[in-house]
T-cell receptor, first 114, second 110 residues
Framework: DAGVIQSPRHEVTEMGQEVTLRCKPI?????LFWYRQTMMRGLELLIY????????DSGMPEDRFSAKMPNASFSTLKIQPSEPRDSAVYFC????????????FGSGTRLTVV | QKEVEQNSGPLSVPEGAIASLNCTYS??????FFWYRQYSGKSPELIMS????GDKEDGRFTAQLNKASQYVSLLIRDSQPSDSATYLC??????????FGSGTRLQVQP
């Protein structure tokens, strides 16, 4: 089992540019979560999907953020245009739906917007 | 009031001592509770889960849950320097997604 795979590991971009973060959940896991972690706000839920359908996107900060899950093995989180305050570590996590089990997190993408 | 609250620390304990980490939550309907460990620059790693009142032991770790007091704790016995990390409390508040506390930084002094 390769675990949850995120790419890229690090991303440095200029303000105003589009950023796309990618996630491959664990095979068989049908719930996928995007979290953002900063020193000030800790781990915040951005959006989660169940069976590829977005269930709760109330944590998405604003319209500049969008997420998709076109199939069970792939999800993207896009920021357009990016701003310096978007700098954070973005984690993807997955779980078998219906289980009250803890998530398995990916290694995260450290985003720096300059 | 935050949904899940933790003391940010740092909590400093000597090697071999018991480290006690605490967490309170606001939603009485919460059903499942988790402790994650996060080393600096790494992703959170699940170390304990607990679903019913009382204690649950796994090796050197014991999770304690008191739903009436809305309180969860993690005890680490025989603390080792390798236990130095940030410990995150996470609660399933019924939104079908975990809500995390801000974490407590633990330092185990050799």
């Amino acid at each position: 089992d390769a675990g949850v795979i995120q790419s890229p590991r690090h991303e440095v971009t200029e303000m105003g540019q589009e950023v796309t973060l990618r996630c491959k959940p664990i095979s068989g896991h049908n719930s996928l979560f995007w979290y953002r972690q900063t020193m000030m706000r800790g781990l915040e839920l951005l959006i989660y999907f169940n069976n590829n359908v977005p269930i709760d996107d109330s944590g998405m900060p604003e319209d500049r953020f969008s997420a998709k899950m076109p199939n069970a093995s792939f999800s993207t989180l896009k920021i357009q245009p990016s701003e310096p305050r978007d700098s954070a570590v973005y984690f993807c996590a997955s779980i078998t739906s219906g289980g009250n089990y803890g998530y398995t997190f990916g290694s995260g993408t450290r985003l720096t917007v300059v | 009031q935050k949904e899940v609250e933790q003391n940010s620390g740092p909590l400093s304990v000597p090697e071999g001592a018991i480290a006690s980490l605490n967490c309170t939550y606001s939603d009485r309907g919460s059903q499942s509770f988790f402790w994650y460990r996060q080393y600096s620059g790494k992703s959170p790693e699940l170390i304990m889960s607990i679903y019913s009142n009382g204690d649950k032991e796994d090796g050197r770790f014991t999770a304690q849950l008191n739903k009436a007091s809305q309180y969860v704790s993690l005890l680490i016995r025989d603390s080792q320097p390798s236990d130095s990390a940030t410990y995150l409390c996470a609660v399933n508040t019924g939104r079908r997604a975990l809500t995390f506390g801000s974490g407590t930084r633990l330092q185990v002094q050799p």
